[in-house]
């Protein structure tokens, strides 16, 4: 079972940037999709990016795009959420998630494991 741990959220102000890691524990890791969501409060759970195993391919949703890029480092078995001119409706828990869905998805239950999620807060 792979486990992921989210990090590097927090408070921002408008227009900031943070970026948010998502390690994992197995290798093979690096050759799954993995996704990002998010989940503001009282709401419900939204697509935010996804990048396959071998990084060359990204998926944003468009209230991201532009804005935000994922990347990864698989000799690290990590992902990064690179977020930037971040906007108060950006507020909300972040979580990574990996899917054996051989190229991408939007959907949230096409993901199997998923991290414990860290809470990124713009502040206008």
């Known amino acids: 079972q792979v486990q992921l741990v989210e990090s590097g959220g927090g408070l921002v102000q408008v227009g900031g940037s943070l970026r948010l890691s998502c390690a994992a524990s197995?290798?093979?890791?690096?050759?799954?999709?993995i996704g990002w969501f998010r989940q503001a409060a009282g709401k419900e759970r939204d697509f935010v990016a996804a990048?396959?195993?071998?990084?060359?391919?990204?998926y944003y949703a468009d209230s991201v795009k532009g804005r935000f890029t994922a990347s990864r480092d698989n000799s690290k078995n990590i992902v990064y959420l690179q977020m930037n001119s971040l906007k108060p409706e950006d507020t909300a828990v972040y979580y990574c998630?990996?899917?054996?869905?051989?190229?991408?998805?939007?959907?949230?239950?096409?993901?199997?494991?998923w991290g414990q999620g860290t809470q990124v807060t713009v502040s206008s």
């Open positions: 197995d290798r093979r890791f690096s050759a799954n999709t």
């Open positions: 990048i396959t195993g071998s990084g060359k391919e990204t």
């Open positions: 998630a990996v899917t054996a869905v051989p190229t991408w998805s939007n959907w949230d239950q096409e993901y199997d494991y």
